[in-house]
Structure formats: structure tokens, C-alpha cells
Nanobody
Framework: QVQLVESGGGLVQAGDSLRLSCTAS????????VGWFRQAPGKEREFVAA????????NYADTVKGRFTISRDNAKNTVYLQMNNLKPEDTAVYYC????????????????WGQGTQVTVSS
């Protein structure tokens, strides 16, 4: 088990950038795959991006491909989501989640979740 804490959310204008951080407790974080998800009001939670445990493999939802970049620094137990050219439709609560099985990330069922951070993009 790992405990995850997201930070870096806020209110920005369309076209701006934000970097979200997901910091984990525990010495074994470097064995966990990590994903970012988001949930907008009235909508289902959706996958945003994922990074493998060593950071060699990444994957993105089509809606953010080319604008968002996921990365990790295992020495700091932190995964980042760099979000550029933000759009109003990116407004949501963003969650990071971790699991030792990458399949659990893609089935939206990872074992460990953070509490979320709000991102609001005004037009």
C-alpha cells in the first residue's frame, strides 16, 4: 500500500499551463505503475495518462495527447502531470492512482488513490 497526495491544482485561463504532482509515501513506490484520472461534475471518471514503474512507458487519452506529459521521479516518490494549452473542458478533479499491475490502471481499478486536486480552466 502507498498513500498518495496530489497538489498543484488551481484556477487558470484557457491556454495556460499547470503541473500537478502526486507524492507517495512508502519505500516501494518505484514498483508501482501510476495513472492520472479526472472527473468533471456530472460525468464519469476518465483515464488521462499513465506511466510505468520505471517511467519507460507512458500512455495518454486521445483528448490530452500532445498537450499533457506524465513523468516520474522515483528518487522523490513523485509523479508529475504537466498540462499545457489547457481548455475549459479540462476542468475536473484530478486524481492520481497507483497499482503494481498496469492492467489495473487501464481498467480504472487501481488499489491506491489520492484525494484529488481541483483544476478549473476559465474561457
Amino acid at each position: 500500500q502507498v498513500q498518495l497526495v496530489e497538489s498543484g491544482g488551481g484556477l487558470v485561463q484557457a491556454g495556460d499551463s499547470l503541473r500537478l504532482s502526486c507524492t507517495a509515501s512508502g519505500r516501494t513506490f518505484n514498483t508501482y505503475h501510476v495513472g492520472w484520472f479526472r472527473q468533471a461534475p456530472g460525468k464519469e471518471r476518465e483515464f488521462v495518462a499513465a506511466v510505468s514503474w520505471r517511467g519507460y512507458s507512458t500512455n495518454y487519452a486521445d483528448t490530452v495527447k500532445g498537450r499533457f506529459t506524465i513523468s516520474r521521479d522515483n528518487a522523490k516518490n513523485t509523479v508529475y502531470l504537466q498540462m499545457n494549452n489547457l481548455k475549459p473542458e479540462d476542468t475536473a478533479v484530478y486524481y492520481c492512482a497507483a497499482d503494481t499491475t498496469i492492467g489495473s490502471i487501464y481498467t480504472h481499478d487501481p488499489a491506491n488513490w489520492g484525494q484529488g486536486t481541483q483544476v478549473t480552466v476559465s474561457s
